[in-house]
């Protein structure tokens, strides 16, 4: 498959072990924050995404979490699975400016069997 | 399977040629995206169209240009091409709110030689 980048930071993880992965955002005025995957191949999938009114939201088996004081975003993968391997994107949007996303550089998700 | 179709998956030209992405947005959104990815740029914005106006403009060159037609699909038309156009060209469709999510498309490998 296509590579998406060759300097993406990696995050090797052993399966069943939970993965963190960070982002820090630059535009104190986002709003709207998104997390994707992307396979190697194929487009970015969504996974979660958060409110700048909320600090912490759950899905199934991924946390995001938020923290605007310091323009962090983090997501937590419970119990990592091979088929979580991939890169990770974050994604932010000031509502207000329209709906154009602005993406995070990625990170890559390495899971050991 | 996001619902979103680009076609052609892989496209190969030499510099100086012009070429057209295609992009079939899921049914009933009314919001398409262009982004480029590449090695070093990562996942940039291009432009959005909404209902076949224009909507948003990002770091799109005046060689690239696009349009939405009355059935909602989309074309990325790139013109005068170099080698440093070579990237992953993807598209998104979301519904009219604006924290509606963004489905991507699969993506069209783009290569100039």
């Known amino acids: 498959g296509e590579s998406v980048g060759l300097h993406l930071p990696t995050l090797s993880v052993q399966e069943g072990d939970n993965s963190i992965i960070n982002c820090a955002y630059s535009?104190?005025?986002?709003?709207?924050f998104i997390w994707y995957k992307q396979e190697s191949g194929k487009g970015p999938q969504f996974i979660i995404d958060?409110?700048?009114?909320?600090d912490k939201r759950q899905g199934q088996r991924v946390t995001v979490l938020l923290n605007k004081t310091v323009k962090h975003l983090s997501l937590q993968i419970a119990a990592t699975q091979p088929g979580d391997s991939a890169v990770y994107f974050c994604a932010e949007k000031e509502r207000a400016a329209g709906n154009k996303l602005t993406f995070g550089g990625g990170t890559r998700v390495l899971v050991k069997p | 399977d996001s619902g979103v179709t680009q076609t052609p998956k892989h496209l190969i030209t030499a510099t100086g040629q012009r070429v057209t992405l295609r992009c079939s947005p899921r049914s009933g959104d009314l919001s398409v995206y262009w982004y480029q990815q590449s090695l070093d740029q990562g996942l940039q914005f291009l432009i959005q169209y909404y209902n076949g106006e224009e909507r948003a403009k990002g770091n799109i060159l005046e060689r690239f240009s696009a349009q939405q037609f009355p059935d909602l699909h989309s074309e990325l038309n790139l013109s005068s091409l170099e080698l440093g156009d070579s990237a992953l060209y993807f598209c998104a469709s979301s519904g009219m709110g604006n924290t509606d999510t963004q489905y991507f498309g699969p993506g069209t490998r783009l290569t100039v030689l």
């Open positions: 958060i409110r700048s009114n909320m």
């Open positions: 535009n104190s005025a986002s709003d709207y």
